[in-house]
Antibody, heavy 119, light 110 residues
């Protein structure tokens, strides 16, 4: 059974960067994508980007291009999302999720990481 | 990339059927069979209910079903139950490895 465990809550000042981790366990996710999705308080889900675990290729939502970076560490089965130049509107719960490649559906989700951007 | 359009709320009585629509464009919903649907209860992570437009993951009740026509996908909940009360989101592949979510629909069981 796949399990995704994310890093703990973060509080950052405007202009700073934050890096959230997502450690996968259970079985080898060689034929999967890891997606990052965020949800601001009281708002809907917003797709941010993904990484292909087999080749390391990435794709990002247009609005996050240049400000969001998704990386992986294959030795620890951990994926990261880094958001730079934080503004208050980046305050949200950030989720990672796995998608068996080619299905378009994220079948396992992390517990979420709350990022608060505040002076 | 604009969010897919969903009704803000849908309601029904126990045992009734409801349908949630998800309208996109020819660049996303209309071009790919990679539409998924998620259920989210307050304070919880989303749960996959439908993938590839019509397929149910193992363990998801068969009273959930998905369909698509043109640029609009739909989720039908047959035999509405109290535990189905939640927020529902559609999601579609939008080309070049990107995805877009819908605006979300709050389902209320009367």
């Amino acid at each position: 059974q796949v399990q995704l465990v994310q890093s703990g809550a973060e509080v950052k000042k405007p202009g700073a960067s934050v890096k959230v981790s997502c450690k996968a366990s259970g079985y080898a996710l060689t034929s999967h994508h890891i997606h990052w999705v965020r949800q601001a308080p009281g708002q809907g889900l917003e797709w941010m980007g993904l990484i292909n675990l087999s080749g390391g290729g990435t794709s990002y939502a247009q609005r996050f291009q240049g400000r969001v970076t998704v990386t992986r560490d294959t030795s620890t089965n951990t994926v990261y999302v880094e958001v730079s130049s934080l503004i208050s509107e980046d305050s949200a719960v950030y989720y990672c999720a796995t998608e068996p490649t080619g299905t378009g559906g994220c079948d396992h989700w992390g517990q979420g990481t709350l990022v608060t951007v505040s002076t | 990339q604009s969010a897919l359009t969903q009704p803000a709320s849908v309601s029904g009585s126990p045992g009734q059927s409801i349908t949630i629509s998800c309208t996109g464009t020819s660049s996303d919903v209309g071009s790919y069979n990679l539409v998924s649907w998620y259920q989210q209860h307050p304070g919880k992570a989303p749960k996959l209910m439908i993938y590839e437009g019509t397929k149910r993951p193992s363990g998801v009740s068969n009273h959930f079903s998905g369909s698509k026509s043109g640029n609009t996908a739909s989720l039908t909940i047959s035999g509405l139950q109290a535990e189905d009360e939640a927020d529902y989101y559609c999601c579609s592949h939008a080309g070049s490895g990107t995805y877009v979510f819908g605006t979300g629909t709050k389902v209320t069981v009367l």
